[in-house]
Nanobody
Framework: QVHLVESGGGLVQAGGSLRLSCSAS????????VGWFRQTPGKEREFVAA????????AYGESMKERFFISRDTAKNTAYLEMSTLKPEDTAVYYC????????????????WGQGTQVTVSS
């Protein structure tokens, strides 16, 4: 069983930075993918970034790579999403997800999800 817990969300002013953490227990396989998504009310869950646990290859959603950076600490079983120059439109619930599919980038690719952490960017 894979269990994911996000942390690090909160209220930040526009232009500020935040680092989200995703602590994982259990693994979908020997190698797997951890991703970050975000969602606002009434909208589809949007892919932000993903990283392959062994090797660390990354993928980013459209326009995400400019201000977001995904990384992982294999010793701590934790993935991170560093967000900089935040804008009010970045306000969303951010979810961590895990998949045994190493090229996963869409919501349906990921079988395991955390409960989400709220990020609010004030103008």
């Amino acid at each position: 069983q894979v269990h994911l817990v996000e942390s690090g969300g909160g209220l930040v002013q526009a232009g500020g930075s935040l680092r989200l953490s995703c602590s994982a227990s259990g693994r979908p396989g020997t190698n797997y993918r951890v991703g970050w998504f975000r969602q606002t009310p009434g909208k589809e869950r949007e892919f932000v970034a993903a990283i392959t646990w062994v090797g660390g290859s990354t993928a980013y959603g459209e326009s995400m790579k400019e201000r977001f950076f995904i990384s992982r600490d294999t010793a701590k079983n934790t993935a991170y999403l560093e967000m900089s120059t935040l804008k009010p439109e970045d306000t969303a619930v951010y979810y961590c997800a895990a998949s045994s599919y190493l090229a996963a980038t869409t919501r349906s690719d990921f079988a395991y999800w955390g409960q989400g952490t709220q990020v609010t960017v004030s103008s």
